[in-house]
């Protein structure tokens, strides 16, 4: 450790300008880094449910079902069935969704001796123009199994409108433009979203805005206690800007190799922060110590510094890398 810390010094030059260059390098792959919201990504890939899941999906076209749900003290009376009908033709002219199935479009089959007729379960003819109406058709429809409790609620009271995703749209996107156009109808009844694809751009949001908001808090927190711990410009630069290329080469090298941000890994830059700065205060407070040396003596004593500095940060690296690692082991155990 400390030959490298005085070959870091003897070429302090060249070092300056490559970790100026690399970090330039990759503040530009940052601005491309992704997000993983999909919760299913984020588990073993060689797990069998996985897997089995994944080419359930692969095999049939699409596993992903989101759905809407609407809620009113009878959602059979016509201004509850009205908000159904939007939204059940909003997501029917969405491109990404290949089926929607809701109360005001779902085949009713009807079973007469030894005919029967199939038509829709909700159509111009049975539409409730009132609330007794609107109750004689409700015990109607709870009378059918294949409607009850999947469709609709037992007492009335809920509507679910489902939707089928196809296999190859980005459904993070596809997600978030239904959500956008159904907010922007005049929707006069409560509704809410619901499945795996709408939780990954629920997601998504989460991560955005964990990032956007936790990085500058926790960059103001660990200014404050720097400077009331050494009352100078250097004492609270020094570490910050450690922290921040480290911060910035661990994003942008998540870029670089095609890896994605999820609700894990985007608490990393928290982590770098907090931890990063420790080091730099060590050596800090080493240099503090030395004032008042001559320049060659301080250049010595300052590699000396970094080496002595140097020895507590491997065994932390060798700690985080354990912790990785009985991580990874413990998400395969049956």
């Known amino acids: 450790m400390k030959i490298i810390s005085e070959l870091i010094i003897r070429f302090r030059w060249p070092v300056i300008v490559s970790v100026a260059l690399i970090t330039l390098f990759f503040t530009y792959k940052l601005f491309h880094i992704q997000v993983d919201s999909n919760l299913i990504n984020s588990l073993p890939a060689d797990d069998p449910d996985v897997a089995l899941f994944k080419e359930i999906g692969k095999e049939f076209g699409s596993n992903e079902i989101g759905m809407v749900i609407i809620k009113g003290e009878n959602v059979l009376m016509p201004e509850v069935l009205d908000d159904i009908r939007m939204i059940t033709d909003t997501l029917s002219g969405t491109k990404g969704i290949i089926s929607v199935n809701s109360l005001t479009n779902i085949q009713h089959l009807e079973v007469n001796e030894d005919d029967f007729q199939v038509s829709n379960l909700i159509n111009k003819e049975n539409t409730p123009k009132n609330i007794s109406e609107a109750d004689l058709l409700l015990q109607k429809i709870t009378a059918d199994p294949m409607i009850a409790g999947n469709?609709?609620?037992?007492?009335?009271?809920?509507?679910?409108?489902?939707?089928?995703?196809?296999?190859?749209?980005?459904?993070?996107?596809?997600?978030?433009?239904i959500m956008e156009k159904i907010e922007k109808l005049p929707v006069k009844n409560e509704y809410y979203f619901a499945g795996g694809p709408f939780m990954v751009a629920y997601v998504s949001k989460v991560v955005s805005h964990d990032l956007a908001i936790l990085i500058p808090i926790s960059f103001l927190i660990i200014?404050?206690?720097?400077?009331?711990?050494?009352?100078?410009?250097?004492?609270?630069?020094?570490?910050?800007?450690?922290?921040?290329?480290?911060?910035?080469?661990?994003?942008?090298?998540?870029?670089?190799?095609?890896?994605?941000?999820?609700?894990?890994?985007?608490?990393?830059?928290?982590?770098?922060?907090?931890?990063?700065?420790?080091?730099?205060?060590?050596?800090?407070?080493?240099?503090?110590?030395?004032?008042?040396s001559d320049k060659n003596k301080k250049l010595k004593k300052s590699a000396f510094t970094y080496a002595r500095s140097g020895k507590p940060v491997s065994p932390d690296h060798h700690g985080w890398i354990s912790i990785i690692y009985l991580w990874r082991i413990s998400k395969y155990d049956p």
């Open 151 to 177: 469709l609709l609620s037992k007492d009335g009271t809920s509507s679910v409108i489902i939707c089928s995703y196809a296999g190859d749209i980005k459904i993070e996107e596809v997600s978030k433009k």
């Open 223 to 292: 200014t404050f206690l720097l400077y009331l711990s050494f009352h100078s410009a250097r004492g609270v630069v020094l570490p910050l800007l450690t922290a921040g290329l480290a911060i910035v080469w661990s994003m942008g090298l998540f870029s670089w190799l095609g890896l994605k941000l999820s609700m894990v890994s985007n608490n990393v830059p928290i982590i770098i922060l907090a931890v990063g700065t420790a080091y730099v205060i060590h050596i800090l407070n080493q240099a503090d110590h030395q004032k008042g």
